[in-house]
């Protein structure tokens, strides 16, 4: 395997679609920072919906994440709202704005039409990038963000019923979807 030429092709590809990203953003008057905020919020669960999980997720400074979700919030993008429970957490929920601007600007029109171009469906790309991802975050002990169904503490209770081992609380079908800062994957064998 071409080690270098594996970085340098998945280097190029991160810079198109930033590329891309940011042509997209910029419609809205947004950084490709802001559409990888609003991305993360459409796809994790509400235990990792929090300025914490962000942080942790995007791999940026909390004050950097502070004036993202400002910008956002004014925009009207997003908005907060305190826990229940604990009053110390804060949730980070889209607004019906904020879908819309995700379903228009993400994926990148270019990167559709070229995985269009792809022979078959993509799900060996897709298998192996997602072992990389797996690889590279083992290597640096940083969480998964996986989706609930794929994890070792998910529990399946019967047709259409689930619920989380960590929190004991019931997990949706749509909660089974979503990405987890909790995730932790199914040891291979189990």
Known sequence: MAVDRLYALLERL???????????????GLQPVHL???????SCNRYSNTPAALT?????TKGTVSQTLLLLEEKGLLRKQPDTEDRRVVHLLLTEDGRAVLKEALPPELFKRALSGLPGEGEVLEATLTGLLRALQTANAQRSFG???????????????????????????????????????VPPGA
Do not use: M, V, W
């Open 14 to 28: 991160g810079n198109l679609l930033r590329t891309e990203e940011r042509a997209a953003g910029l419609r809205h």
């Open 56 to 60: 942790e997720y995007l791999g940026l």
């Open 147 to 185: 989706a609930c169904g794929t994890c070792k503490h998910f529990q399946r209770e019967g047709p259409g019923r689930f619920r989380c081992g960590i929190t004991k609380e019931p997990l949706s079908r749509e909660d089974s979807q979503l990405l987890c800062r909790e995730h932790e994957a």
């Open 36 to 42: 990888q905020a609003l991305r993360y919020l459409q």
